[in-house]
């Protein structure tokens, strides 16, 4: 059984179009390349598809959010996790900030911004280290 389990304020359907909208975000700023919502979620669905029995959650402990004159931010630290079969896992940190911008009386995501660690040594991302 496949399944994402989200944490944080999103009230219920949030998930999917957020969770939609971001991802398609990322694919236009990774090289300037993307195909829209439909064609990241097809590569999403692609790879949970491969292992069916994996569970992804994400959490966001501490979110904050501002939410003025009909644009919202929200941040804080992003955890994932990946539930493998066989029992193991997989946890990963990330600071992220969004940007929602009030439309036709719902909230769409203009932008979002992920980073990471750098270790100084090797420049290397570590998305292993904890809060």
Same mark, same amino acid.
């Given at each position: 059984?496949?399944?994402?389990?989200?944490?944080?304020?999103?009230? +219920?359907? #949030? /998930?999917? *179009?957020?969770?939609?909208?971001?991802?398609?975000?990322?694919?236009?700023?990774? %090289? @300037? !390349?993307?195909?829209?919502?439909?064609?990241?979620?097809?590569?999403?669905?692609?790879?949970?598809?491969?292992?069916?029995?994996?569970?992804?959650?994400?959490?966001?402990?501490?979110?904050?959010?501002? +939410?003025? #004159? /009909?644009? *919202?931010?929200?941040?804080?630290?992003?955890?994932?996790?990946?539930?493998?079969? %066989? @029992? !193991?896992?997989?946890?990963?940190?990330?600071?992220?900030?969004?940007?929602?911008?009030?439309?036709?009386?719902?909230?769409?995501?203009?932008?979002?911004?992920?980073?990471?660690?750098?270790?100084?040594?090797?420049?290397?991302?570590?998305?292993?280290?904890?809060?």
């Amino acid at each position: 059984m496949r399944r994402l389990a989200l944490g944080g304020t999103a009230g +219920a359907g #949030d /998930g999917e *179009a957020a969770g939609a909208d971001e991802a398609a975000d990322a694919g236009r700023t990774r %090289g @300037g !390349r993307g195909g829209g919502v439909e064609a990241v979620r097809e590569v999403c669905e692609r790879g949970l598809d491969a292992s069916p029995d994996t569970v992804v959650g994400l959490d966001v402990p501490g979110l904050k959010i501002l +939410a003025r #004159d /009909g644009l *919202a931010v929200a941040w804080g630290l992003d955890h994932v996790r990946v539930e493998h079969p %066989g @029992g !193991r896992s997989t946890d990963t940190w990330s600071r992220g900030t969004r940007v929602f911008e009030r439309r036709d009386g719902g909230w769409v995501m203009v932008h979002k911004h992920l980073s990471v660690p750098l270790d100084p040594a090797t420049g290397a991302a570590r998305t292993d280290l904890r809060p």
